[in-house]
Nanobody
Framework: VQLQASGGGLARAGGSLRLSCAAS????????VGWFRQAPGKEREIVAG????????YYADSVTGRFTISRDNAKRTLYLQMNSLKVEDTAVYYC????????????????WGQGTLVTVSS
């Protein structure tokens, strides 16, 4: 199971970025997937999650209304559209996968990609 995150970079507050996570080595469409982030000096936290059919999503309160998670099972890719970025969104973002909502949102997922750094300037 391999996950490859990309799309991080520098953005101004109020701006937008789109993260991507390419999956390989497993049946991507059968897994619950999500995005996490870890800011300097803070613990890693869940940002958003999405089920296999995209019928249900989860968002942390801090990003609700600003971030949108989506997936394309045919392309084996997970996305995170980040709008109205804030300085406090600065963090290393990780994609992750697991067999269920609880395995990703409520617990530590078994599969992780490498992080991609998002820096938001004021």
């Amino acid at each position: 199971v391999q996950l490859q995150a990309s799309g991080g970079g520098l953005a101004r507050a109020g701006g937008s970025l789109r993260l991507s996570c390419a999956a390989s080595g497993y049946s991507f469409s059968s897994y619950y997937v999500g995005w996490f982030r870890q800011a300097p000096g803070k613990e890693r936290e869940i940002v958003a999650g999405i089920n296999w059919s995209s019928s249900t999503t989860y968002y942390a309160d801090s990003v609700t209304g600003r971030f949108t998670i989506s997936r394309d099972n045919a392309k084996r890719t997970l996305y995170l559209q980040m709008n109205s970025l804030k300085v406090e969104d600065t963090a290393v973002y990780y994609c992750a996968a697991g067999p269920s909502y609880s395995a990703v949102v409520d617990a530590r997922p078994p599969y992780w990609g490498q992080g991609t750094l998002v820096t938001v300037s004021s």
